[in-house]
Structures are given as C-alpha cells and as structure tokens.
RNA sequence: GGCGGUGUAGCUCAGUUGGUUAGAGCAGCGGAAUCAUAAUCCGCGUGUCGGGGGUUCGAAUCCCUUCACCGCUACCA
C-alpha cells in the first residue's frame, strides 16, 4: 500500500510562529494531509522543532534562561499555536528533546563519513576567549579593510559591500562582550556535496518534477556546489560520535545538519510510542512512501539538494523526496512579518477573535504559492463575508430555515418526478463543479478554496432558479424535491470543505442531521447523477447556527 | 557588489511547453428576486500585460537592455 510521509519545516526555536510561517508550511500540510487521509490514503505528518545552533544560545543566554527551558518555551508555543488554528501533526517534537535523535544524527555523521563523504579539515578561526567560542561572522565587527569603514560585520562591510573575511578585520571585537577575539585553528568535517552531486544528486534533481518556483532556484544551484562544514564548535548541540575519538571533543554537529534528520527521529519517536518500533522503516525506507516536504522557499537548498544528498550518502535505502512544494514569502501588508517589531500577529489571539476556520480559509485562499503574496486585514474581513458568510453560510442557512418553518425540520425527500430534472439543473446548468481534493493534491491550494465557494454558489443559483418560496404554493411537491437536491448539496458542500475547514464543515454536518464526523467521510470527489443523492429522507435537521458570523473590520488598523 | 524574485484591470492575484477577441475574485455601475446573516442571482471591463529594443508568421509568455520595489548573501537558519 502506498505511504504519503507529510513534513513542515522545523520552526527554528528562538521565535513564535506568525502568519508566514503558517501559510508557507503547516496550513497546506494539514490541509493535504486531511484531504488525503479523506481519500482514504495512509499519511503520517511530522513536525517540531529545530533546537541547535548559535543564535538560541545567545538568544537564550540574553533572556537568562538555559538553552533548554528557552528551547522547551517555543516549542510550547509552537503547539498553543496549531492547536489554535486546528492544525495537526501525528507527532510535534523538537531536535533537543527526541530521544532516538541524537544517535540517528551520529549515525548519518558515521554512515557518510565510511561511505566517503565527509572531509576533514583545519581551518583559523576567530575565537572569543571571554565567552568560551569560536564566532560566527556576524558575531564579529570591525574596521573594513578595504575601506577603512566602522563598524563593518563579520561578513560584509555595510560601506563598500566588500565579502568580509574576518581573520583579516582590523581591530576586529565580539559582538556579544566587545572584547577581542584571537585566532586558533580548529578542526572541521565538511559534507562533500559537489562529489554527492556528481553521483547521484544531479542527476535525480534534473530528472525530478519540481514546483515552477522551485525548479528555476535549484538549477542554478546545482552550478556552485560548495563543500559544507557539519560540525561546529561549541555545547549546544548532537555531540560527534564517539568513533571520532578526541578529534570530535568540544564540538556537535552544525545545527542544519541535524535538523532535517529530525524528521526522521521524530518518526521513530512516534513509532516507539506506538510500541512498533521498527515501523518509521516503512515510511522512511520504503519504496511505497511518497515523501512531501512543505516548506518555505528559504528551505529550498536544504530540502531539494542538501537533505537528499544526506539521505542517498547514507546508503541505507532511505527514499528521496517526492515533493516540495516550497512556498514563497507570506507579508503583512505594507511589511513583512516580524517577530521583532511587533506586527506580527499573536496568533491564538487572533483565532479567538475571528475564529479557526475563517483564518484557515483566508489564509489558504491567499496561500504564496507561486510568488511572494500577503495578507491583508480588510481582505480577510471581505473575505470572510462575501465568500464565507455571503457565499456558503448563507446557502445553508437559507435552505436550512426554509425546511424548518415549511417542511417539518426534515430533510424532505427527492420525487422521481423530478429526479432527472434536478440532477440536470444543478449538475450541469447551474455552473462548473469543481473537485477541492483534486487540487489540494496538485498544491494548488488557493484553487481549492476557490473551488469551494463555487460550488457553493452552483447552490445559490439552483436555489434562485427553482424558487422553493414560490413553489410552495404552485407545487409544493417539486418545491421538496428541490429543497432534498438542496440537502444533498449541502452535504457535498460540508465534505468538500472539510479538509480546509474541518469545525465548519462539521458543523454544516450536524445541521444536516448526519451522524459522526465528516473528515471520516469519503472524499466526495465530483458528484455523478446516478449516485450522488446519499441523505435519507426524514432525517431531522440539527440546530440551525449561522456558521459564519459577518465580521467587521477593527477601528486600529 | 553578487544571486534571486516581483512589476498583468481601482485592489488581491491566475495566466500551463509562445498562438483564436489577456482571465478570476473583490470593489464599482445597472437590473431581478425576497427563502436567507441587506446575505442571493443576472448583466456591464477600449487594461500601453513597468519602459525600450530584438527573435518569430505570431510574445504577457523567449533574448538583450532599462527603471522601480523586495528578498537573500551561505559558521544565517
């Protein structure tokens, strides 16, 4: 049986999740991985968070708190944050906390290194003897050596735009205690990623399908493939394997090395817990499993050339990418979204306000899938009121108050009479019908949600054209017959939202009397006459609710 | 500086491998309907596809150049 393995981009722990984040790479995974699972395919989703690296120990340590708790408070917030929006992962874990992580990191290290793929190299390097480290180029500053500029960074002089190279930096001090650093030589392994390309990689990332903003950004790529240091110097982090032996003291992995093998780690967690140990093999080892990465396109490098070359380097039958359908950059309006300045959005907040589902659909309707896009306060408030509330609530609610003041509150049933002449109407006259799941499948996820108001206004033309309030008098008789067609349209509209706005969706199910849960239903696909009517007729409606609430744009913005 | 992206109707955006009169949603204008959350339905767009040049029988779609805005610049994740 076939395996779809889902991933979102780890967050990088030192930060919350904004809007960016959540349109780029969790909403369309959840999204795609509901909508499969409602085809009835066999997903796992897999998140966390990505633990490592300089900037949360320094972020850390200016907070004063120890890398770990500091660590453990994003990805708290990280969870507080899907759970507000109702997006769901199989496991959300986190690098540093993972318990196979470490090991599967050290073996990737030791399975590259005895296949021929890792370099060891002696480099000098700035060190600051304050605090106990080598610095990173961007904590270093100094006077620009072409140009005599100060302050200029570790790696570009702001002046002349010169590359810096920081051993040369005049008067060169630390960025975190101003002292100055001295120069020592340290030893490194570099991923050898030109001899993984000349391989094996090349050749796959030029044969493989990738999404049109994808594929332009790794071809030229592929041009200037460097070697690439995995390990770096200091605590925080996978420590190197013990095979290494006093060469590896002092030093772990480099943060982007270990952080997709979370992916992996977390899917064995997962398996561990489930008490089947063994099983994450099937997802990550198995010719079956169709893995999608869904990330940003800042992560295009990593998911399409580096993280491959990894998986194929280890030679352990692990399977390559099937997707990534990397999203571009989702802005604030007028901005783009930032922790540090405070426009972004507190996201839980937000959702208490103006609801799960809304934001879900907005989001995904203004999803950057081919090209940087951004969200806007007065088209989420339109949106959510025209298509929304104007297109789907109000088809529901007025079919639904129709039933219950003229046809007992049950769903009325279709006469053979008019079978034949209401499945062509609203089948084939009313409009095209257009199938979410279809295009959920093919990344195309604004589609989707396009899709699903138009289905829904297929409903409101029947609903106009048949004129059930008219009818009640002249033949009430087909004047049911409409309304059940109505019903059963319901129905379909309720399983076609789902995968995008499953609280929504659920709640257009229960008015319609159907018992358990929508998302357990058959993906509908596209309705045919023989075989798309399923209510029973008499079925007694649930409460009515209006299910989407006008909004109103807040006087700040 | 380098690399990359974007620039299409008032607004947000689609435009597949170049090919009939360049599209959608929203907004706007006119009309119909009144079951419904004043929610629906119908009709209405002469856009220099940023500017200029080129290739082609034919380009928004390929090439060159130019302007504007933006991102990244790899011991940053």
Same mark, same amino acid.
């Given at each position: ?56 120990? *320094?972020? #850390?340590?200016?907070? !004063?708190?120890?890398?770990? =708790?500091? %660590? @453990? /408070? ?5 969870? &507080? ?119 094996? *990689?090349? #050749?796959?990332?030029? !044969?493989?399908?990738?999404? =049109?903003? %994808? @594929? /332009? ?5 592929? &041009? ?334």
């Amino acid at each position: 049986m076939s395996r779809t393995l889902v991933t979102s981009a780890l967050l990088y722990a030192n930060g919350p999740l904004h809007f960016g984040h959540i349109a780029g790479a969790y909403l369309p995974a959840d999204i795609y991985t509901r909508a499969l699972r409602m085809a009835g395919e066999d997903v796992l989703a897999v998140s966390g968070s990505d633990d490592h690296g300089v900037a949360i120990t *320094i972020a #850390a340590e200016k907070a !004063g708190e120890d890398y770990a =708790s500091y %660590v @453990a /408070g994003w990805n708290a917030r990280m969870r &507080e944050t899907f759970a507000a929006l109702d997006i769901r992962y199989d496991i959300v874990s986190g690098t540093s906390t993972s318990p196979p992580h470490a090991d599967l990191s050290r073996e990737f290290f030791e399975r590259l290194d005895a296949n021929g793929y890792l370099k060891e190299r002696t480099t000098d390097q700035l060190y600051c003897a304050t605090d106990e480290m080598f610095l990173a180029d961007r904590y270093v500053q100094g006077t620009c050596y072409v140009c005599g500029h100060t302050p200029a960074r570790g790696d570009e002089c702001p002046s002349c735009g010169t590359w810096i190279d920081p051993l040369k930096l005049k008067e060169p001090s630390c960025k975190i205690c101003g002292t100055a650093p001295e120069t020592r030589s340290t030893t490194h392994w570099y991923l050898d990623l030109p001899k993984l390309r000349d391989e094996k *990689i090349g #050749a796959w990332i030029k !044969g493989h399908e990738w999404k =049109s903003n %994808v @594929a /332009g950004f790794i071809e030229n790529l592929l &041009e200037d493939v460097p070697e690439r240091a995995i390990t770096r110097d200091m605590k925080w982090g996978v420590s190197l394997p013990a095979s290494v032996g006093e060469r590896g003291e002092g030093k772990v992995l480099y943060v982007w090395f270990d952080a997709p093998i979370g992916y992996i780690s977390f899917t064995k967690e997962l398996m561990v817990e489930r008490g089947t140990p063994d099983a994450w093999k099937d997802w990550w080892q198995s010719e079956d499993t169709s893995l999608v990465h869904f990330i940003g396109k800042d992560n295009i490098p990593f998911h399409c050339l580096v993280f491959p070359s990894m998986l194929y380097g280890a030679k352990d039958g692990y399977v390559l990418p099937a997707h990534v359908p990397a999203n571009e950059f989702y802005n604030l309006k007028g901005g783009k979204f930032s922790t540090s300045e405070g426009n972004a959005f507190d996201i839980p907040n937000f959702v208490e306000q103006y609801g799960a589902d809304v934001t879900r659909f907005y989001l995904c309707s203004s999803m950057p899938e081919t090209a940087d896009s951004e969200f806007s306060m007065e088209l989420f408030i339109q949106t959510a009121n025209t298509a929304l509330a104007g297109t789907i609530g109000n088809l529901a609610q007025r079919v639904l108050k129709f039933i219950d003041k003229n046809a007992e509150g049950k769903i009325p049933a279709i006469h053979d009479d008019h079978r034949a002449e209401m499945d062509a109407c609203i089948l084939n006259e009313c409009g095209a019908i257009e199938d979410p799941v279809e295009h959920i499948r093919a990344f195309r996820f604004r589609r989707a949600a396009e899709a699903i108001v138009q289905n829904a206004a297929v409903g409101n033309r029947f609903i106009d054209q048949m004129a059930p309030w008219a009818l009640r008098k002249e033949d009430p008789v087909k004047g049911e017959s409409s309304l059940a067609t109505l019903c059963e349209w319901l129905s379909w509209t309720a399983r076609w939202m789902a995968p995008i706005m499953p609280t929504k969706a659920q709640e257009l199910w229960s008015m319609l009397g159907q018992q358990g849960q929508v998302l357990d239903q058959p993906a509908p696909g596209l309705p045919r006459a023989e075989t798309w009517r399923t209510l029973r007729a008499g079925t007694p409606l649930g409460e009515i609710v209006a299910m989407f609430p006008r909004l109103e744009l807040p006087e700040t913005e």
